[in-house]
């Protein structure tokens, strides 16, 4: 398996511009989770999917934040338009779901997003 | 605000030593989790201990819960510098659906 694979690796963009950043989760795992780390935040997740319906998007910043999950094995995240205080790694990752199935989560390697 | 709050927020050590990090957290679990994260990389799950569960190994790494507490600990033995890292808590909420990280504690062990 391949693991969590998100791309691009790193983004580096001009304030104002559309920003979409891809995830494709382990095949079998349930629940799909976006993440945003920074220095002065640390990790904030942002948005969570359960079987591709989003489950709780109240760590989305923003209206100009959006997450989409079409299938199984695809999900966005996209920011429009993009400001500079969006600068971040964000993280994908994906788990077999259910509260309290004790399971772990396995993470892509993260988007590094600069807006300049 | 946070549910895991980990203890210390650096650590800095020399090769071969014990390494201790200690997480605190404020609700009821059903089991908490630790990761590492390289700089540069993706958080990377270690080991997971349940609400049951008092104490766990996985190689060098032991791990202990304290429900009564609501702590945890994690011991790295014999370190390595390639054991250099960040290290994070988790815990899986009894009254939600998804895990909550603290704020990570950053390890260096030097050579």
């Known amino acids: 398996d391949a693991g969590v694979i998100q791309s691009p690796r790193h983004e580096v963009t001009e304030m104002g511009q559309e920003v979409t950043l891809r995830c494709k989760p382990i095949s079998g795992h349930n629940s799909l989770f976006w993440y945003r780390q920074t220095m002065m935040r640390g990790l904030e997740l942002l948005i969570y999917?359960?079987?591709?319906?989003?489950?709780?998007d109240s760590g989305m910043p923003e209206d100009r934040f959006s997450a989409k999950m079409p299938n199984a094995s695809f999900s966005t995240l996209k920011i429009q338009p993009s400001e500079p205080r969006d600068s971040a790694v964000y993280f994908c990752?994906?788990?077999?779901?259910?509260?309290?199935?004790?399971?772990?989560?396995?993470f892509g390697s993260g988007t590094r997003l600069t807006v300049v | 605000s946070q549910q895991g709050e980990e203890d210390p927020q650096a650590l800095s050590i020399q090769e071969g030593e014990n390494a201790t990090m200690n997480c605190s957290y404020k609700?009821?679990?059903?089991?908490l989790q630790w990761y590492r994260q390289n700089s540069g990389r993706g958080l990377v799950h270690l080991i997971l201990?349940?609400?049951?569960?008092r104490e766990k190994h996985s190689g060098r790494l032991r791990v202990t819960l304290d429900t009564s507490k609501k702590s945890s600990s994690l011991l790295i033995t014999a370190s390595r510098a390639a054991d250099t890292a960040s290290y994070f808590c988790?815990?899986?909420?009894?009254?939600?659906?998804?895990?909550?990280f603290g704020e990570g504690t950053q390890l260096t062990v030097n050579p």
């Open positions: 988790a815990t899986d909420p009894t009254s939600g659906s998804r895990l909550t």
């Open positions: 201990i349940r609400s049951n569960e």
């Open positions: 990752a994906s788990s077999l779901a259910g509260q309290g199935a004790g399971y772990g989560y396995t």
């Open positions: 999917f359960n079987n591709n319906v989003p489950i709780d």
């Open positions: 609700t009821s679990i059903n089991n």
